[in-house]
């Protein structure tokens, strides 16, 4: 098999390895990826590796080499499980790799990785969703966009569920990212929203973004002097501290709430410091998963999510391109250029091993 391991410490380097495939034990089976994506979550996997426990879900053995998780669509090439049958095509967390091993158990709308090294990790990254063979367009849309449509979808939802911390303004940083413009398209679809929606941006990226239409209006990092002065949230995707520093100095106690979601920006990260305003608070959107759960049952937030992504996926051919790339050796070129910053907003990366 061929995996791409990533340097934990310095995670722009990679490299891609061939090593044996293991045997299956009892219970195990061995998924064939069929099709991954590639975006700005798998820097904050990586960025957020140690915090989190990213690097734990598919370990290499090899100290200071980790594997960076992904989303995508396998299928069952082997079984020793009377779980799943050979044929079973299965969406899910999956490693940068072209095969991994699972023990799967079967659970309410599909199966879950009992493993053991994967059991006191959040539930909702162990959850493998069946799937039938369809387009491969089906495919390459719902790797790309569901699971960050999902984070986008949960943080409106906690907004609302805290009714926006009565901000008269919901600040969005990188606004280009996919997980930021779902944000700014999901608070625009309330009617009697009390809110004005901020997108901030890179002047590379404006455009894009103030032509998607979601955002009342769209600034630029150097123009955080502009925004008005009123009772604010922020709700940070990039995790560049010096953009941070500047927008919490401006709005001083009319921010409301700070939020810290994604480290795309991760080079510019700098530890924690004494902010003007409230303390960020890093969003989980497992947390608010388990909250509605509970609140709602099991099933009903996960029906709400797939109806939002698939509202906004509906459209995203007019804004996204998706492309395809052969072999697990051709996903370090994307992922550099996501790491480094240089990933073109208007860009879906599918990876087909």
Same mark, same amino acid.
């Given at each position: 098999m061929q995996r791409i391991l990533v340097n934990q410490t310095s995670i722009a380097q990679t490299r891609t390895e061939d090593v044996a495939s293991v045997p299956l034990e009892?219970?195990?089976?061995?998924? /064939?990826?069929?099709?991954?994506?590639?975006?700005?979550?798998?820097?904050? !996997?990586?960025?957020?590796? =140690?915090?989190?426990?990213?690097?734990?879900? =598919? %370990?290499?053995?090899?100290?200071g080499w980790g594997i960076v998780p992904v989303w995508g669509t396998a299928k069952v090439v082997e079984s020793r499980s009377d779980a799943l049958d050979?044929?079973?095509?299965? !969406?899910?967390?999956? %490693?940068?790799?072209?095969?991994?091993?699972?023990? %799967?158990? *079967?659970?309410?709308?599909?199966f879950l990785d009992i493993a053991e090294h994967r059991a006191k990790l959040p539930?909702?990254?162990?959850?493998?969703? %069946?799937?039938?063979?369809?387009?491969?367009?089906d495919d390459h849309m719902r790797a790309i966009l569901q699971p960050l449509l999902a984070t986008s979808y949960l943080l409106f939802d906690w907004l609302q569920d805290n009714q926006c911390f009565g901000a008269q303004q919901i600040i969005i940083g990188s606004a280009s990212s996919k997980t930021g413009l779902g944000l700014c398209k999901y608070l625009a679809e309330p009617s009697d929203r009390?809110?004005?929606?901020?997108?901030?941006?890179?002047?590379?990226?404006?455009? =894009?973004?103030?032509?998607?239409? /979601?955002?009342?209006?769209?600034?630029? !990092?150097?123009?955080?002097?502009?925004?008005?002065?009123? *009772?604010?949230?922020?709700?940070?995707m990039s995790g560049n501290s010096d953009v941070k520093a500047a927008l919490h100095e401006h709005l001083g106690d009319a921010l409301k709430h700070s939020s810290a979601v994604g480290l795309s920006h991760w080079d510019h990260f700098a530890p924690a410091k004494k902010l003007a305003g409230p303390k960020p608070v890093f969003f989980f959107a497992p947390s608010q998963v388990v909250k509605r759960r509970e609140e709602w049952g099991p099933g009903e937030i996960e029906k709400q999510i797939t109806a939002a992504w698939k509202r906004i996926a509906a459209d995203a051919s007019t804004w996204m391109n998706v492309q395809v790339h052969r072999g697990i050796a051709e996903a370090e070129a994307p992922y550099h250029t996501l790491v480094t910053g240089q990933a073109d907003p208007k860009t879906g990366v599918i990876i087909r091993p």
């Open positions: 009892a219970g195990q089976v061995r998924l /064939a990826l069929e099709s991954f994506a590639l975006t700005s979550n798998n820097v904050t !996997y990586a960025a957020a590796g =140690f915090d989190i426990g990213y690097w734990q879900f =598919f %370990p290499t053995g090899i100290e050979v044929g079973t095509r299965l !969406y899910g967390f999956y %490693p940068m790799a072209d095969e991994v091993v699972i023990t %799967p158990q *079967s659970e309410q709308g599909g539930l909702i990254y162990n959850q493998y969703t %069946p799937v039938r063979s369809g387009s491969d367009a009390a809110y004005q929606i901020v997108g901030l941006t890179s002047a590379k990226n404006r455009s =894009f973004v103030e032509d998607l239409g /979601a955002c009342d209006s769209v600034l630029t !990092y150097d123009q955080i002097s502009g925004i008005a002065q009123v *009772s604010s949230v922020y709700v940070d």
